[in-house]
């Protein structure tokens, strides 16, 4: 939008909004990217996600998720909950629009630093893009093998190992005499003579 000269050579700006001041804040792209996630993942409308919170128009989740408005600190909480990503990052980024220095100076805090489970706890959810309590089954059954595995690493396989160990699986699965001699190769490559 242009400035305009009046005929009394005032400047004015135009009515209405001018930017959106809040565009390139982590909460507005947390949010702008739930809502793209819903839509990509589970087929939910940003209206859908708007009526579920309590919103009368669609318009209002729109503003916050294009920058033109901040989060409502007191309902942060109750939309990422919604748009199923982390509440504690997201009510974080939601302070950080109105203080920007709020997560260095809470990250000093003797209380955040104790608890480190939580800071891990979001960086997985970050990692994944939403809720540990919503991540599939799968990822919750691996998860858990891998923290049950007093040695995890050693269990953990390169990209070009997982495409060796399927053709061997596949080829276990498919031939009892291929099945035979692959058993017989790696008890000859690991000195087994049983």
């Known amino acids: 939008m242009s400035k305009y000269v009046s005929s009394t050579n005032y400047v004015s700006e135009p009515l209405g909004?001018?930017?959106?001041?809040?565009?390139?804040?982590?909460?507005?792209?947390?949010?702008?990217?739930?809502?793209?996630?819903?839509?990509?993942?589970?087929?939910?409308?940003?209206?859908?996600v708007a009526k579920s919170l309590g919103y009368k128009q669609s318009v209002v989740l729109s503003h916050m998720a294009s920058?033109?408005?901040?989060?409502?600190?007191?309902?942060?909480?109750?939309?990422?909950n919604e748009v199923e990503i982390s509440a504690s990052e997201f009510f974080l980024a939601a302070v950080e629009q109105r203080c920007a220095s709020a997560r260095r100076l809470l990250s000093d805090s003797s209380d955040i630093k104790a608890d480190q489970s939580f800071s891990f706890t979001s960086e997985l959810e970050e990692l994944a893009?939403?809720?540990?309590?919503?991540?599939?089954?799968e990822?919750?059954?691996?998860?858990?093998?891998?923290?049950?595995?007093?040695?995890?690493?050693?269990?953990?396989?390169?990209?070009?190992e997982v495409a060796l160990v399927g053709r061997w699986r596949a080829a276990w699965l498919r031939d009892a005499k291929m099945r035979e001699d692959l058993l017989s190769a790696i008890q000859h490559l690991v000195g087994d003579t049983h």
């Open 17 to 48: 909004i001018v930017g959106e001041p809040y565009a390139e804040t982590r909460a507005a792209l947390m949010l702008k990217d739930g809502l793209l996630a819903l839509k990509r993942d589970k087929r939910r409308s940003g209206r859908d």
């Open 67 to 80: 920058g033109r408005v901040p989060i409502p600190l007191e309902r942060a909480e109750a939309i990422a």
């Open 139 to 160: 990822h919750k059954a691996v998860m858990r093998e891998v923290v049950a595995d007093p040695r995890p690493a050693r269990r953990w396989l390169s990209v070009q």
């Open 129 to 137: 893009g939403l809720r540990i309590e919503n991540l599939s089954s």
